[in-house]
């Protein structure tokens, strides 16, 4: 799987969009994007995935560039909940799961 | 609330005793996963079971035992740790491995402390 890197930490205002990015310059023409994110203590919560176009959901929108290098979640409107690890993923067809290699993510804190 | 539940979420137990860690899919997935995150470490994966068949063990020590009799329940029997085992244990399922797509539900974890 394509390794990615993201910034180690962020913070956010409350109310306002948090951008996160993250960096996949290896990745192959087989691999999904995935992001999750894990709030203090808890198990990861799954996001959102895409493959080259852009995906919106009820939690997120993710941005994938057209070369597939790099892409960036949005949270449009970011709450206190939102203080998390993100965790970007570059994930193939590989076999039976072993290939959700979770990396140290980004921290955000969304300040009031 | 995922549809993976897990017990206990809180374990403390000496380095002589023999534990079980429960987890259950409500989900109809085919495959559970077993995670140990450590202090300030990534997610480490440890087993993986398809179809209650194990497919994946990451070198795990034998003093960790999963069981997964059926596609619905995984455990993972404890027995003689190390304070080194202290973590975050991670159990999650999802419906078709081996797929790009495939997207792996995660439970809240059981908190293990070893004395």
């Known amino acids: 799987d394509a390794k990615t890197t993201q910034p180690t930490s962020m913070d956010c205002a409350e109310g306002r969009a948090a951008n996160l990015p993250c960096n996949h310059s290896t990745i192959s023409g087989n691999e999904y994007v995935y992001w999750y994110r894990q709030i203090h203590s808890q198990g990861p919560q799954y996001i959102i995935h895409?493959?080259?176009n852009n995906e919106t959901n009820e939690m997120a929108s993710l941005i994938i560039t057209e070369d597939r290098k790099s892409s960036t979640l949005i949270l449009p409107h970011a709450t206190l909940r939102d203080t998390a690890v993100y965790y970007c993923i570059a994930r193939g067809m590989d076999n039976y799961g072993q290939n959700f290699v979770f990396g140290p993510g980004t921290r955000l804190s969304v300040l009031p | 609330e995922t549809g993976v539940t897990q017990t206990p979420r809180h374990l403390v137990m000496g380095m002589t005793n023999k534990k079980s860690l429960k987890c259950e899919q409500h989900?109809?997935?085919?495959?559970m996963y077993w995670y140990k995150q450590s202090a300030k470490k990534p997610l480490e994966l440890m087993f993986v079971?398809?179809?209650?068949?194990?497919?994946e063990n990451n070198s795990v020590p034998s003093r960790f035992s999963p069981e997964c009799p059926n596609s619905s329940h995984l455990f993972l029997h404890l027995h003689t740790l190390q304070p080194e085992d202290s973590a975050l244990y991670l159990c999650?399922?999802?419906?078709?491995?081996?797929?790009?797509?495939?997207?792996?539900?995660f439970g809240p974890g059981t908190r293990l402390t070893v004395l």
């Open positions: 989900l109809g997935h085919n495959a």
């Open positions: 079971y398809n179809f209650k068949e194990q497919t």
């Open positions: 895409g493959l080259k």
């Open positions: 999650a399922s999802s419906s078709s491995p081996g797929l790009a797509t495939d997207t792996q539900y």
